[in-house]
């Protein structure tokens, strides 16, 4: 079992809302200096145009740091997780995260099917695990029928229980649904309460351990110590008054929340 950091983790510091934003190196360089061992560069776009010498400085940064390497973007058209698994092969990583549906390609479940089984040959190859998100726009049947059908140790999910709340999951049966197949776990935790005014709902982040997720559920159904599944930091923030306001409580939650996992997962 690992326990890092995503890109997620550094959304506002690594945004152009800030005046300076963070690199990719400083983020993976803070990874290190708060313990992380993992760190997931997750719908990060930008490295697709990354040259071999940036790559290569990347995967000498981490591996100096001893930091493992994940990556994440969205969609299974069988070209682009080519070019995804390329960037792997380069970045020493054996764990990519996706989605089904990127912008406007949204493939049927028999097509999702179709594209993932081409692309199984070099899963295998390449010894790279597939991680397959829960989130609103797929139902967890839908993406466990993908994935059982494949039926293969290549393929698997990435649980986020907290994205499946605005198609009105519950994240408890998320978790009873795809635990057997769980590769990868996207942790966050979130309040679903009405919002100001009492006209509607807002669905935001919080601390770990402050809010709705079943955080100890979560880690005694799915067992991440002893199956070794990462567990990857992420943040729902909302944008607080100003820029500092914004980047402090943000680093605040990540040095709370990797606290809160290593206290629970020891």
């Not at 040259?51 to 069988?78: K, M």
């Not at 939650?253 to 606290?259: A, D, F, S």
Request: net charge negative; hydrophobic share 40%.
């Amino acid at each position: 079992m690992r326990i890092g950091l995503s890109t997620y983790a550094f959304f506002w510091r690594g945004s152009d809302r800030v005046e300076d934003p963070m690199s990719l190196e400083a983020m993976l360089e803070e990874t290190a200096a708060l313990g992380g061992d993992v760190f997931q560069i997750c719908d990060y776009p930008a490295i697709e145009n990354f040259d071999d010498a940036r790559l290569t400085q990347l995967r000498t940064q981490a591996e100096r740091l001893g930091v493992r390497l994940e990556l994440g973007t969205r969609g299974v058209a069988p070209d682009h997780l080519d070019r995804y698994l390329e960037l792997a092969e380069r970045l020493d990583v054996s764990l990519l995260r996706s989605m089904l549906y990127r912008d406007a390609d949204r493939p049927s479940t028999e097509a999702a099917i179709r594209r993932l089984a081409s692309i199984l040959p070099r899963l295998r190859r390449q010894h790279v695990t597939l991680a397959l998100e829960t989130y609103e726009q797929v139902s967890v049947e839908d993406l466990m029928t993908v994935v059982d059908s494949l039926d293969d140790p290549h393929i698997g999910v990435c649980l986020d229980p907290a994205n499946c709340v605005a198609a009105l999951a519950l994240p408890e049966a998320v978790i009873a649904h795809t635990a057997d197949r769980v590769v990868n776990l996207h942790v966050k935790d979130f309040h679903f309460t009405r919002a100001p005014g009492w006209v509607g709902f807002q669905l935001i982040g919080c601390p770990l351990g402050e809010g709705q997720l079943p955080f100890d559920a979560m880690l005694e159904r799915v067992d991440p110590v002893s199956r070794g599944i990462s567990l990857v930091i992420e943040h729902w923030l909302p944008w607080q008054t100003d820029a500092a306001t914004t980047c402090r409580l943000e680093s605040e939650w990540t040095r709370h929340n990797l606290h809160f996992l290593r206290s629970h997962t020891a």
